[in-house]
């Protein structure tokens, strides 16, 4: 930056400065009267000594303490104060920080440089003096008007000139300049020699300005109204503009830094994209009451705007336990990379940052977070480049999990295979986590989540899981359902007794030789004894579905294919095998769902397999969503009954919560509740002491009767002592809520 010193610039009058009005000369308030004194305050510059900061609104000059003080012109006391901050004024000029003189009062006439009207107060060292009514302060420093004679030969310094982006902290190399900028200057005014205290050498200036130069100097290419003149300090504004004056950040009573390219009532900025890029100076300049000035330029290139932000990074994992939270996504490979940005929800509604690129640079593609939720919890992350505004892509694939109590018991893990964006959701993310997970949780299963390319690559592995969740969406048109790797991978899941719950809208289509052409032998020897099906056409003409005698689904009845996507066609399929059974069906009868439980392959164990051949998310009954997932449990763990096949919900008009039974019981008792309307249930078990052993239930439920069972464990399935333990139910259904409590005895 080159400085030189100027006296080039006259007094032209700033938008939104008024005018000083024509004053009087008069002399010092303290002795001697007719010398130039020190200054260590000026007009209107920064105060940092209130919330929001505020414009000095007088001239501080500094004297011993005890000194007197005599007013600048005839007048009369109009006020004293003698506590806070002790001040006499007279008539429109006030003299702040002294001790009011106890011989004088309000009404007293009082004269210019004859009458003491107080004293320097102890440990202030200075007067305060103020020229003008409260709201409409004047300068008292300007040249043949206020304090005379005042001697300043001594010019302000511009100390730097930086650039951020407009209105924010973002802080933009010279080099690399675009989109609107702020052009923010700090400027040391002296009022007094270099060897001077320092409180008279870091004072606010009068005036200051800026224009652009051409790379030479030699053409101004750009001007802002009143000859580039920004602000000029006759008269004090509203302190409510201070911070559009001064660039708060940098800003204190020792710092006065201002943002030139603003206006004193709004904000404004240097709009770059009006000039062609390349090479120009910024040229600022400032100036003091007495014209001693000073200049800076300052060499800065123009580049065009890079708004392209970087690729998004991809979700990997997200797991919880009974500690903490672990994540990972892949990286991203843009060159100008900054870090990434971690959001967390509950609701999948309100997204909050959780990190940012400071905690997460480039390098860093895995975390953990020691925090105990004891529910679910839902995160997405998206990439930041190091341009100066931080291009930020779009977000991840939601992922969710949850830990803490929650992640006790049987462990659900969630795959994300639905990978397609050129179909039905049009999108470049997704948050169907969100619905498995929020369901699975709501039945008080602890569950992790991953895409299926993290169960390819080992990332995640299915057989450290009780039971796997993997849903496509309508992926076959253009992408493959389940491929080679997670077909092998599936196999060895189901070999080894491993629970699948398998859904989309053209897995078999996409797997079986009569459906798509890319479809080989053994995709179809997949598809007929894996996913014990056989696929008979795409369609059907409807999307209403209906459950059959079996045990999952029975007495369902829901459409799918309207929420969060529109299917416009799935597949009809039929069991293979005289173990599988159709579960679900169209309204033609046709198969929209199998069960299977039993031996795959060559295997001895026995692992379970619910099939439906469209896509789970796009049922827009909450309810029957709900109570797909709730069976989906029930079939693999066997942990709750729902509906009593004799009754139905229709009959239903209270909630309760019944006597257990057996009671005493051991080792395990069975418990029944009814709902009449849908409510979030919370079922827990305490010990006496008010320690919580067990959560049977926490989600929300439909109308129904219910009965789930207790085996006499905790929430790490360890058997509790023998005793008596309590019940508590509480049901909320939005309007009311339901509590009760139950004795239970356990013996040993």
Known sequence: MKRIICMAFGCIWVLGIFPG???????????????????????CEYRS?????????????????????????????????TSGTPY????????????????????????????????????????????????SERNSMLVNSGLTPLVDPWPPIIRFVRFFENNTTTELPATHLSG?????????????????????????????????????????????????????????PDNAYVNRVYYRPLSSTTSHVYQVTNDVGRDNYWDTTQLTPGDYVVMVFTEDTRFNADTAFVRVTIRESDTTPPQTPTFRYFVGDEEGLRYGWTASPDPDLLGYRVYYSFDNQNWTLYKNEQDLPPEVTDTSLHIVLNRDIYFRITAV?????????????????????????????????????????????????????????????????????????????LRDYDAVFWFVGDEADRLETLNAAEQTLIKEYLESGGKLFLNGAHIAWDLDTAGSDSAGIADADFLHHYLKADFLYRGPEGTQVHGTDLRPFRQMAFTFGSRAYRVDSVD?????GDSTRVCLKYANG???????????????????????????????????????????????????????????????????????????????????????????????????????????????????????????????????????????????????VFRATRKMVLIR
């Open 21 to 43: 009005r024509a004053q009087d000369q008069f002399p010092w308030p303290v002795q001697p009267f007719d010398q130039s004194h020190e200054i260590t305050g000026n007009f």
């Open 49 to 81: 000594t209130s919330p929001s900061g505020h414009f000095h609104n007088g001239t501080d000059i500094p004297k011993a303490d005890g000194s007197p003080v005599y007013p600048v012109k005839d007048g009369t006391i109009v006020a004293i104060a």
């Open 88 to 135: 006499v004024r007279v008539d429109d000029k006030a003299y702040v920080h002294i001790t009011p003189n106890p011989n004088l009062q309000v009404g007293d006439p009082v004269y210019a440089s004859t009458t003491i009207i107080g004293y320097i107060r102890t440990g202030s060292g200075h007067v305060h003096f103020t020229n003008g009514y409260v709201g």
């Open 180 to 236: 609107r900028v702020d052009i923010v200057v700090k400027v040391d005014e002296q009022n007094g020699p270099p060897n001077a205290r320092e409180s008279r050498l870091n004072n606010g200036t009068y005036k200051i300005g800026y224009k652009i130069l051409s790379a030479d100097t030699a053409t101004v290419i750009y001007e802002p109204p009143n000859g580039g003149w920004r602000f000029q300090f006759d008269t004090k």
């Open 385 to 461: 480049d190091n341009t100066p505004w931080k291009n930020e892509s779009d977000p991840s694939d939601v992922l969710g999990t949850s830990n803490g109590y929650a992640a006790q018991g049987h462990r659900i893990l969630i795959v994300d295979g639905f990978d397609r964006t050129d179909g039905a959701w049009p999108r470049p993310w997704h948050h169907f986590i969100y619905d498995y997970g929020s369901a699975v949780f709501s039945w008080g299963f602890h569950f992790d989540s991953a895409p299926n390319e993290s169960v390819v690559d080992g990332t995640v592995r």
């Open 572 to 576: 009809v399929i039929q069991p293979v």
């Open 590 to 736: 046709d198969a929209a769902g199998i069960y299977y439980r039993g031996t795959f392959g060559e295997s001895d164990s026995s692992g379970t397999l619910i099939y439906l051949a469209f896509p789970w998310e796009t049922i827009g009954d909450d309810s029957a969503r709900l109570q797909i997932i709730r069976d989906v449990l029930d079939t693999f763990f066997d942990f709750l009954v729902g509906l009593q096949e004799t009754e139905t919900a229709m009959g239903i008009r209270s909630f309760s919560l019944s006597p257990n039974y057996p009671n005493p019981f051991n080792p395990e008792t069975m418990i029944e509740y009814q709902l009449p309307v849908s409510a979030r249930i919370r079922l827990e078990i305490y010990s006496l002491l008010g320690q919580r052993v067990r959560v049977l239930v926490d989600g929300r439920q439909a109308p129904g009767r219910y009965r789930i069972r207790w085996d006499g464990k905790d929430q790490h399935h360890a058997p509790v002592p023998a005793g008596v333990y309590l019940l508590r139910m509480q049901a909320d259904s939005g309007k009311d």
